[in-house]
């Protein structure tokens, strides 16, 4: 272990192998540090933290800082962090509310400078918050999702994997995966395209998301009437995501922002046309 004299480590804390702390850091009892983990100076790690291995957490972090309440939190959740994270400058992550529960960030994101971690958030991997993003308890964000600069995220809401809201975003809903949330009204503008043929999906499996997403958003049925042509004509892979999510949450979902009146909407799924085209069953009439 390389760390500067000047930084402050207890005994109690376990620290890896190759790791280097800089000066005045703050590592408290009970934090756990894996291999090869790099801390700057004035960082703070504070007890029930847990940290894999090759993390590098840049000045001025605070990881495991006290959930913000106004009630005293006498026995708060851990803070548990994967491997090969990136912790920018001023970043601040709390723990969770309870002892039963906990804070969790995966493996491989990056979290930009200021942004903000709330109690209880369930963060997946490879997750882009960037510069002063800030996150409410209770967040969860899928894998690969990517949040703009300054966007907030109301407690309890969702972000689906791979879906990207754009920056000052004001996000109060759940944001289904794969799609993509306008900064300017906070609307949702569409499928996240680039996002999914970075993340490897096949043309196949990007056609197949483009019609759940019409099948959804486009076929003026009713909200039970679209989960149920979901479950049935996207039931697995990437497009049965939207059936499993749309039946989930507790806060609503985001709603589509209106084209202009003069763009047309490109036909929609089969399924929706057999609906709307089936005849309309008998009226009996009394007497």
Do not use: W
């Amino acid at each position: 272990m390389a760390h500067d004299p000047l930084a402050r480590i207890s005994r109690q804390a376990s620290i890896g192998e190759q790791v280097s702390i800089g000066p005045f850091s703050v590592i408290e009892a009970g934090v756990r540090i894996g291999d090869r983990c790099r801390i700057a100076a004035h960082v703070t790690v504070k007890t029930g933290v847990t940290l894999g291995d090759d993390n590098a957490i840049e000045e001025g972090a605070v990881l495991g800082g006290a959930p913000q309440h106004l009630n005293r939190i006498p026995h708060p959740g851990p803070v548990i962090i994967g491997d090969r994270n990136v912790i920018r400058e001023h970043v601040t992550v709390h723990q969770a509310m309870h002892a039963d529960g906990q804070t969790r960030i995966g493996s491989e994101c990056l979290l930009m400078v200021g942004s903000h971690v709330a109690h209880d958030c369930q963060i997946g991997d490879n997750v882009v918050l960037t510069n002063n993003v800030l996150l409410a308890g209770h967040v969860q964000v899928g894998d690969r999702a990517y949040l703009g600069g300054g966007s907030a995220v109301h407690q309890h809401c969702r972000i689906g994997r791979v879906a990207m809201v754009g920056g000052l975003a004001r996000v109060a809903q759940d944001v289904p995966p794969f799609v993509m949330i306008d900064g300017d009204s906070s609307l949702l503008v569409g499928l996240n395209r680039v996002g999914l043929k970075r993340a490897g999906f096949s043309a196949d499996e990007i056609n197949l998301i483009k019609e759940a997403y019409r099948l959804y958003y486009r076929s003026g049925l009713s909200f039970n009437e679209r989960l149920e042509l979901l479950a049935e004509h996207f039931a697995g892979g990437a497009a049965g995501e939207f059936s499993e999510f749309f039946r989930g949450g507790s806060r609503g979902f985001v709603r589509e922002r209106r084209s202009p009146p003069n763009v047309a909407i490109r036909p929609m799924h089969e399924a929706v046309v057999e609906r709307r085209e089936a005849p309309a069953p008998a009226i009996k009439r009394a007497g």
